[in-house]
């Protein structure tokens, strides 16, 4: 253990000596010729250049044009740039790059992968979200705020179902650990699905099978998907602050 201090910077040096001297006992190495694999720290959609990711290489090498799995999303490598914000066209092992590319906006922790063609990357990608509906389960019925008030207060709900969408994937788990705290013994709150980015289509039509709500924090929600919310009687709140949403 390393003690660091983020307001003063201090431990930093002890913190890559322990480091270095792990990965040389353990005999840690990476291999920079073969694909690439690392880990998402940070994800966010800009409004000028998409879904925009930061990710460690954590073995093999990412150039510009390799086809990338990353979660329940893929795309070719449009960009890269370094932590000087500079285009580079490659990125080694232990190298962090910003990755523009990517049809959606990943979660932090997601693993990148490079795989060899579309046709690789649109199958894994669609494998994943039909496991991930598979846990979603195959709820009926539609259900507002206002609804499931209702049941939660005559003891017929047991569970109350959230897709929960921020600004960036990176506070996703500020968020939802201070939800987790609000269990209660005679209802359980159950995450469907989190992620950052606007609410879409997609997240209502998820919302709508198994009767759940979605919660934004610092996000929007088009005119168009509104209506959509509206049509499919899907609860839709919106938060400035994560303390705004918690208490509410």
């Not at 921020?166 to 995450?191: F, K, M, Y």
Request: aromatic share 2%; proline share 3%; net charge neutral.
């Amino acid at each position: 253990m390393v003690p660091v201090w983020a307001e003063t910077r201090g431990g930093r040096g002890e913190l890559i000596e322990m480091i270095l001297l792990v990965a040389d006992l353990q005999e840690l190495k990476a291999k920079p010729k073969r694909s690439a694999v690392g880990t998402i720290g940070e994800a966010e959609l800009d409004k000028g250049r998409g879904p925009v990711a930061t990710v460690l290489v954590q073995t093999g090498t990412l150039k510009v044009g390799d086809i990338i799995v990353v979660g329940e999303t893929f795309g070719r490598v449009r960009a890269l740039e370094n932590d000087k914000g500079k285009r580079v066209t490659k990125a080694g092992p232990a190298t962090a790059v910003v990755v523009l590319g990517l049809a959606d906006v990943p979660q932090a922790g997601d693993i990148l992968r490079v795989v060899a063609d579309d046709k690789e990357a649109r199958t894994m990608v669609e494998g994943r979200k039909a496991a991930t509906a598979a846990r979603v389960g195959d709820g009926r019925g539609r259900a507002t705020l206002e609804d499931l008030y209702r049941q939660i207060q005559a003891g017929q709900a047991k569970e109350l179902r959230i897709i929960l969408k921020s600004d960036v994937s990176g506070s996703l788990g500020a968020i939802t650990h201070p939800l987790e705290q609000l269990d209660q013994d005679d209802i359980r709150l159950n995450i469907l699905l989190q992620g950052a980015g606007d609410i879409n289509d997609n997240d209502l039509m998820l919302a709508a099978a198994p009767n759940a709500l979605v919660e934004g924090v610092n996000k929007k929600i088009t005119g168009t998907d509104r209506r959509a919310a509206h049509v499919e009687c899907v609860g839709v709140r919106l938060y400035e602050t994560i303390c705004n949403l918690t208490d509410a």
